[in-house]
């Protein structure tokens, strides 16, 4: 499989970590970026780098929990120049308060609507848009977490498995007619919502790694980018045992509800 060198590169959540990483690996000279997240000031930061680097840049401050400037946001890009690339990126996490066992619904509601719900309304418009030109590629991530359900965050775990499951369906559907899906499920990528994930982080990696797999990943049109592989494998081998056996091992390891 010839490798694939974007030239338009849109990125969701690029103020977070795995964003930020993503869109400065993807930074240099000939290259658009449109890069957006919520948190302005962290996305001006990014895009200075980016613009060191000699890409051209485009910031978007727009929160996609906000329907209607989400989608606006997105047309705004499909109409000026389809990206050659789409990362969908943007996420958040959440999880029971101390002592309880169950999420705030109205939080879980949040996470849900952005993580999956969101991220398919933008999936959407922008395969269509690649469909009619007869090429492009979109990448949407997913979680290791997406193998086996975590009882300290259900929810992120429910999204992330949609997530996975909808990416892959579309990958057979989208490619005989050229438009390149692949789904990226990390494991542990050092930020600040994954310091504030409860439980183990085994095998934790820094953004700037991630990214550099994540690049290497969708230059070989994987279907699926899964790492680290030791925690892949495990995760894998989680999702095929008989779930009380499983959920029995993560309690023992530590991933419990706080």
């Given at each position: 499989?010839?490798?694939?060198?974007?030239?338009?590169?849109?990125?969701?959540?690029?103020?977070?970590?795995?964003?930020?990483?993503?869109?400065?690996?993807?930074?240099?000279?000939?290259?658009?970026?449109?890069?957006?997240?919520?948190?302005?000031?962290?996305?001006?930061?990014?895009?200075?780098?980016?613009?060191?680097?000699?890409?051209e840049v485009i910031v978007e401050g727009v929160d996609l929990l906000e329907r209607a400037s989400a989608l606006a946001f997105i047309e705004r890009h499909l109409a000026d120049m389809t990206p050659d690339l789409?990362?969908?990126?943007?996420?958040?996490?959440?999880?029971?308060?101390?002592?309880?066992?169950?999420?705030?619904?109205?939080?879980?509601?949040?996470?849900?609507?952005?993580?999956?719900?969101?991220?398919?309304?933008?999936?959407?418009?922008?395969?269509?848009?690649?469909?009619?030109?007869?090429?492009?590629?979109?990448?949407?991530?997913?979680?290791?977490?997406?193998?086996?359900?975590?009882?300290?965050?259900?929810?992120?775990?429910?999204?992330?498995?949609?997530?996975?499951?909808?990416?892959?369906?579309?990958?057979?559907?989208?490619?005989?007619?050229?438009?390149?899906?692949?789904?990226?499920?990390?494991?542990?990528?050092?930020?600040?919502?994954?310091?504030?994930?409860?439980?183990?982080?085994?095998?934790?990696?820094?953004?700037?790694?991630?990214?550099?797999?994540?690049?290497?990943g969708l230059s070989r049109n994987r279907g699926r980018i899964a790492f680290p592989f030791w925690l892949s494998l495990g995760t894998r081998w989680l999702g095929l045992m008989p779930v009380d056996w499983a959920?029995?091992?993560?309690?023992?390891?530590?991933?419990?509800?706080?």
């Open positions: 499989m010839p490798s694939v060198d974007p030239c338009r590169v849109l990125i969701t959540g690029a103020s977070g970590a795995i964003g930020a990483a993503l869109a400065q690996a993807y930074a240099e000279p000939g290259r658009t970026l449109v890069l957006q997240g919520r948190n302005l000031d962290a996305l001006e930061q990014v895009a200075k780098s980016c613009r060191r680097a000699g890409s789409v990362v969908l990126n943007a996420g958040m996490n959440v999880h029971a308060p101390p002592g309880e066992a169950i999420e705030a619904a109205g939080e879980a509601e949040a996470l849900l609507t952005l993580n999956m719900m969101m991220t398919q309304r933008l999936f959407d418009r922008v395969a269509r848009a690649m469909l009619a030109r007869g090429n492009g590629q979109i990448a949407l991530v997913s979680s290791l977490a997406a193998d086996m359900g975590l009882p300290p965050t259900p929810a992120y775990s429910a999204s992330k498995a949609a997530v996975k499951a909808y990416g892959e369906a579309m990958r057979g559907a989208l490619a005989p007619r050229g438009v390149r899906v692949s789904v990226i499920m990390p494991g542990y990528v050092r930020s600040p919502m994954c310091d504030a994930m409860p439980g183990p982080k085994p095998f934790l990696v820094s953004p700037e790694q991630a990214a550099r797999r994540i690049r290497r959920l029995t091992l993560l309690r023992r390891l530590g991933y419990r509800a706080p």
